[in-house]
């Protein structure tokens, strides 16, 4: 009897690991539970067993019973394989996945590169973290400069190095300095990366975005030089009836300088709201390197000069996508970066 009763156990066990449905789970459970079944009927005639053998047959007809129940309750469960009525079918394909996408800011960057390597800048980003001398005093900004107070500058409470106080770079010009210091003209370098300033944050305002900075230097540059380059750029980010306006600006790190507008690409530079009825959209500066600037940085103003420009990058890419409000670049709300997995920059 008792090995009658393993011998059941091992095949209703197999039974069990084979069904499929909730159906058939239900039909096996009457079939080695119920009032009929091998177990029910050991269990009436253990008056009729000898009684030195009733003991060890009870026992194993109740751990018989325990083990069927578990086995199937578990595959209800689906502890132990079981398809149940309302699981869900992992071979199914799931509805309506999203495709991942390049956020609009690391597109714009990669468009404006793109568009700098045809003139063969070469690429380079450089620290996040620098000291006061790279940042401000190297770009010819004095230390009663504004940009240099407490509340205007993130400055790290680490120790002070050489180069002054360390903080997280206010703009990408710091790069710059460090390029020129290790390079022999000619040459041109583009550097994207973030930028950080204790601004209030709005509309059109952030703690931290990104800047891209481009400059070159050679013997012959001039102003008429940057205008073509920038010229390039703008006909290549805004199309080829974009026109440029320059107008007089000053940066303490280049001389002579300017701003630079762009036409509306909105009205064609009849005035909308985009560009507040003016025709035209302020997209960066520029100018000629200053003399001071080369000096610091070990090049002969004398023998060699150059250009340099700066660019906002948000500003650039809520020109061109029509977005109006900064903070929605850092929000990650997958409704808004939605719009533009198929934007072409």
């Keep these: 009897m008792t090995e009658a009763l393993k011998k059941f156990l091992r095949e209703a066990e197999q039974k069990i690991r084979a069904v499929v449905s909730e159906e058939e789970l239900e039909k096996l459970k009457s079939e080695l539970l119920g009032r009929k079944s091998f ?85 380079y980003e450089g620290n996040e973290v620098e000291d006061e001398c790279h940042n401000f005093e190297a770009l010819n900004i004095p230390k009663d400069h504004p940009s240099r107070d407490d509340f205007d500058t993130f400055f790290l409470n680490v120790k002070e190095g050489s180069g002054g106080k360390f903080l997280l770079r206010s703009h990408t010009s710091p790069s710059q300095i460090r390029l020129m210091q290790k390079s022999s003209p000619p040459f041109a370098y583009l550097v994207p990366g973030k930028v950080y300033r204790p601004d209030a944050v709005d509309a059109s305002h952030s703690y931290v975005f990104h800047q891209i900075e481009g400059f070159a230097v050679d013997k012959t540059i001039n102003f008429s030089h940057l205008k073509g380059v920038l010229y390039h750029f703008a006909r290549k980010v805004f199309g080829d009836d974009v026109r440029l306006r320059f107008r007089p600006h000053f940066f303490p790190f280049t001389e002579p300088s300017a701003e630079v507008d762009v036409s509306c690409f909105i009205c064609g530079g009849k005035g909308c709201s985009v560009c507040s009825r003016k025709g035209w959209l302020e997209i960066l500066g520029c100018g000629m390197i200053h003399p001071n600037v080369l000096n610091y940085s070990g090049i002969d103003p004398g023998e060699f000069q150059g250009f340099a420009f700066g660019m906002g990058v948000e500003r650039i890419t809520m020109l061109k996508l029509g977005i109006d409000d900064i903070r929605l670049f850092f929000e990650n709300d997958i409704r808004f970066l939605r719009q533009f997995y198929e934007v072409q920059l």
């Design 39 to 123: 177990l029910a009927e050991i269990a009436a005639g253990m008056k009729s067993l000898p009684a030195e053998s009733r003991a060890e047959v009870g026992r194993l007809l109740n751990e018989a019973k325990h083990t069927l129940t578990a086995l199937i309750e578990g595959k209800k469960s689906g502890n132990t394989g079981a398809v149940k009525k309302d699981a869900v079918d992992i071979t199914l394909s799931l509805p309506g996945q999203l495709p991942g996408s390049i956020h609009p800011i690391s597109s714009m960057i990669a468009r404006i590169c793109g568009v700098f390597k045809e003139l063969r800048f070469s690429i």
